[in-house]
């Protein structure tokens, strides 16, 4: 059976000691938290990537440690959690190097780092990588990185999406209209390499930043990057609306990410843009066995060595919530939302997202093991027909894959999973060329497109502050 919509895959990353894998550093077949800092290592991983079609590596970052869980930072530093983290800017050329088609997606906030370095970081990226990148803008949440750049306290959730949309005005005027088109004339008789008068200061003065310009680097090939954003909070989701043209969203259930999916679209459209200019993700947690006796063996001893306290540590930082507070008391109790200066995905997914109502007890019990309602384990066929009931039943467009012993399981789908996908028309065999905003999107251009808040800024026009 041949199917019209294909999906999307990328590898979600980290370069890091461990990402999401809490405790399975011990696993006999680890290596990623010896050799995250090996550059051969992410030059290996991304022709492995670029074999299995993979569209991108998506890199998740954080800018501190983890340490609302037991109000200590030893939690997450004993299992390793996202502790110690290198800067993935600076592995994306070297697997850029070793590949011709697979994209990059770098993690960056807007809270702590300002725009105009940002701007030319990211421009460099796309030179080095012939239009392979995109950014995932974060707004960040941890306590101690607000500490970590001089801030009593974290600045409070809706006010960091205040300032970064602000931050997206400035660097839409860097990337958009700071150089006009056919700058670089290479004029040796006159001995000008850059024509001024197409170079332009933007003169952005703004309730957070003042920037005069110009961008110090030449339009790269999408001027823009691919721009992903992930958030469920009623902020985090206008703000997709408004600028993300790839968003990540999660939910326990394919019904719930489609909610999610529908309302993103339809204030996409209220902002003027074209839904169909905006790529959905979710999560995908695969254990795969050639058998699925194989699998399940493979899913016990991988709980077996899962951290409880890494788990709790995460999910503490990510939604606010100290855990290990709650008295025995109160276990019996409903487990119930409450907003916090923190993300609110990690919170929702066990509160109002989750398919049931939990208690308390029942909550704590889902992060002191792997979440088996949250893992596809099985056989290649198997897995093949659970991921293809998720992308038909939820509506995304493809997933940000979990990997919980790396490299091999990643090995392991490519090997086992991608085929089964392939054949039945759910996966591309071959890439499309172009950049990675033309390999995703059917409108034909590199660059953003109209309708887009950031494509009115084009070529030079004339910026109202």
């Known amino acids: 059976m041949s199917y019209k919509k294909q999906m999307i895959l990328n590898a979600f990353e980290m370069t890091s000691a461990m990402h999401n894998s809490h405790g399975l550093w011990k696993h006999k077949d680890s290596k990623r938290h010896r050799a995250y800092k090996d550059i051969n290592y992410w030059m290996e991983l991304a022709k492995t990537l670029e074999k299995g079609k993979f569209d991108a590596v998506f890199f ?21 959690l996202q502790f110690p ?28 780092e300002p725009p105009f370095g940002q701007a030319r970081r990211f421009s460099t990226l796309d030179h080095l990588t012939k239009g392979r990148v995109a950014w995932n803008i974060v707004t960040s949440y941890l306590p101690n990185a607000a500490r970590n750049f001089g ?15 602000e931050y997206m005005d400035v660097v839409y005027k860097l990337w958009e209209s700071s150089w006009e088109d056919g700058a670089v004339i290479e004029d040796t008789e006159q001995g000008v390499l850059i024509d001024r008068k197409k170079i332009h200061e933007i003169h952005h003065k703004g309730e957070y930043f003042d920037v005069e310009g110009p961008h110090l680097t030449e339009p790269s090939q999408q001027r823009t990057p691919v721009l992903y954003q992930a958030g469920t909070s009623p902020k985090g989701r206008a703000f997709a609306a408004k600028h993300a043209e790839c968003v990540f969203v999660g939910g326990p259930t394919p019904e719930r990410v489609r909610h999610y999916t529908e309302d993103i679209r339809k204030q996409a459209e209220e902002y003027g843009r074209n839904p169909e200019d905006i790529k959905i993700f979710t999560f995908l947690t695969v254990i795969v066995g050639k058998t699925t006796e194989e699998a399940e063996e493979k899913f016990a001893e991988y709980n077996q060595l899962w951290s409880a306290d890494a788990a709790k540590a995460q999910f503490g930082g990510a939604s606010g919530y100290n855990v ?15 907003a916090t200066e923190h993300g609110h995905y990690k919170a929702a997914s066990l ?21 088996r309602d949250n893992i596809i384990v099985g056989n290649p066929s198997e897995v093949a027909d659970q991921i293809q009931y998720q ?5 995304v467009d493809g997933f940000n894959l979990n990997h ?36 995703l999107f059917t409108h034909g251009s590199p660059l953003l497109p109209s309708g887009h808040p950031g494509s009115k800024y084009r070529k030079g026009e004339k910026i109202n502050n």
């Open 85 to 112: 983290v290198n800067d993935g800017a600076f592995v994306i050329p070297a697997m850029a190097a070793v590949t011709e088609h697979l994209s990059f997606a770098l993690t960056v906030s807007t809270t702590y």
């Open 324 to 338: 290990a507070e709650f008295t025995k008391d109160e276990l019996d109790n409903p487990f119930e939302f409450k």
């Open 404 to 439: 919980l012993v790396t490299p091999a399981d990643l090995e392991d789908f490519i090997e086992l999973v991608i085929p089964i996908l392939q054949e039945r028309g759910l996966y591309k065999k071959e890439y499309k060329k172009g950049t990675l905003r033309e390999k």
């Open 391 to 395: 992308f038909e039943a939820s509506g």
């Open 60 to 80: 998740a970052d954080v800018l501190g440690v983890y340490d609302t869980y037991k109000e200590s930072k030893e939690p997450s530093i004993n299992d390793g």
């Open 351 to 371: 509160t109002k997202d989750a398919k049931k109502k939990l208690s308390i007890k029942e909550a704590i019990s889902k992060l002191e093991g792997l979440d």
């Open 151 to 165: 801030f009593k306290d974290m600045i409070k959730h809706d006010k960091r999406y205040e300032i970064a949309d």
